[in-house]
């Protein structure tokens, strides 16, 4: 199957789009940046999702498009609500209108569980318009959708935008973790394998025109987290809870009631939240010291 993803060079664009070649699908990626993890069974567009040329020419013979485009994170969306809107929704609306005189047979969207709670900001905003629109090109247009709210990921290929990369970051640099809510806050975190095992199962028709919610299924407290966290690496952190209101993040459950519900897809295969912690520990220490080289279970300089 012939496959477009705008957002294929980011974090999870760029895991979904190994799951999809891997899969034997033809897989286009289109961002602002060339992916540097392209594989050569892929090809790569750069350019802009408002670029109505090169939109029009990434769709063209495509049997599905996903959208991974846009700002995802919170703070940088609550700080920027005007670029948030041209990019994440107008840039969306454009992609559906290609998608729709292109033929495209379906169109994947990127979500959030925000999306239908009261926590999120403009991000949040902007995850229901684009949804809204979604939903009604389907039913003025004939066009199918999957739209996947995805919840809290971590993995390799991020950045210390992403809270776990963030907090092991600050716990190795400074033996402490400075958290903008509460220790009672309750999260369920995904690794970005399971996250993009998960979504290459939304591809069997079943999933046309559903809303599905990609989450982890090992509910943990904040607090919880970063003991474990202190006692992965043997020592006590300094944890500095802000309990700022204006986060933009929720603090037990992103949900709030609402009429549109989707249903949760749990991948067969997990990855172990503490083993998934660990393994993002290593990289980030192999990162911050790169004279070092593993020989073993232990850390050696290199013969640099």
């Known amino acids: 199957m012939n496959i477009t993803v705008f957002g294929g060079s980011g974090f999870l664009g760029s895991h979904i789009c190994d799951k999809l070649s891997e899969a034997g699908h033809a897989v286009t990626i289109v961002d602002l940046s060339p992916s540097p993890w392209l594989r050569d069974d892929q090809s790569m567009l750069t350019g802009d999702i408002l670029d109505e040329e090169l939109v029009a020419r990434a769709v063209a013979g495509a049997e599905m498009v996903f959208n991974y485009a846009g700002i995802a994170d919170i703070g940088e969306a609550n700080a920027r609500p005007?670029?948030?809107?041209?990019?994440?929704?107008?840039?969306?609306?454009?992609?559906?209108?290609?998608?729709?005189?292109?033929?495209?047979?379906?169109?994947?969207?990127?979500?959030?569980?925000?999306?239908?709670?009261?926590?999120?900001?403009?991000?949040?905003?902007?995850?229901?318009?684009?949804?809204?629109?979604?939903?009604?090109?389907?039913?003025?247009?004939?066009?199918s959708y999957t739209i996947l709210r995805y919840g809290s990921l971590y993995g390799p290929r991020t950045d210390r935008r992403n809270a776990i990369h963030r907090f092991v970051h600050e716990?190795?640099?400074?033996?402490?973790?400075?958290?903008?809510?509460?220790?009672?806050?309750?999260?369920?975190?995904?690794?970005?394998?399971?996250?993009?095992?998960?979504?290459?199962?939304?591809?069997?028709?079943?999933?046309?025109?559903?809303?599905?919610?990609?989450?982890?299924?090992?509910?943990?407290?904040?607090?919880?987290?970063?003991?474990?966290?202190?006692?992965?690496?043997?020592q006590e952190l300094t944890i500095n809870y802000q309990h700022d209101p204006n986060s933009g993040h929720y603090q037990i459950t992103p949900y709030a009631f609402m009429p549109k519900v989707g249903r949760k897809l749990v991948p067969p295969l997990t990855?172990?939240?503490?083993?998934?912690?660990?393994?993002?520990?290593?990289?980030?220490?192999?990162?911050?010291?790169?004279?070092?080289?593993?020989?073993?279970?232990?850390?050696?300089?290199?013969?640099?």
């Open 82 to 143: 005007v670029d948030t809107a041209r990019v994440n929704v107008l840039g969306n609306v454009m992609l559906l209108e290609a998608c729709r005189r292109a033929g495209v047979r379906r169109y994947v969207f990127a979500s959030s569980l925000y999306v239908y709670g009261k926590s999120g900001g403009f991000y949040r905003c902007s995850k229901q318009a684009c949804e809204l629109y979604i939903e009604n090109y389907q039913a003025m247009h004939g066009l």
């Open 171 to 234: 716990a190795l640099t400074t033996g402490s973790i400075t958290y903008y809510g509460a220790p009672t806050a309750l999260r369920e975190y995904v690794h970005v394998d399971d996250a993009s095992a998960a979504t290459l199962a939304i591809l069997s028709p079943e999933f046309e025109n559903q809303n599905i919610i990609i989450s982890g299924n090992q509910p943990m407290r904040v607090a919880d987290l970063f003991k474990m966290i202190g006692e992965m690496l043997g």
């Open 271 to 304: 990855v172990d939240l503490g083993q998934g912690i660990l393994r993002v520990m290593e990289a980030e220490h192999k990162n911050l010291h790169p004279e070092l080289e593993a020989q073993g279970s232990c850390l050696v300089p290199t013969d640099d």
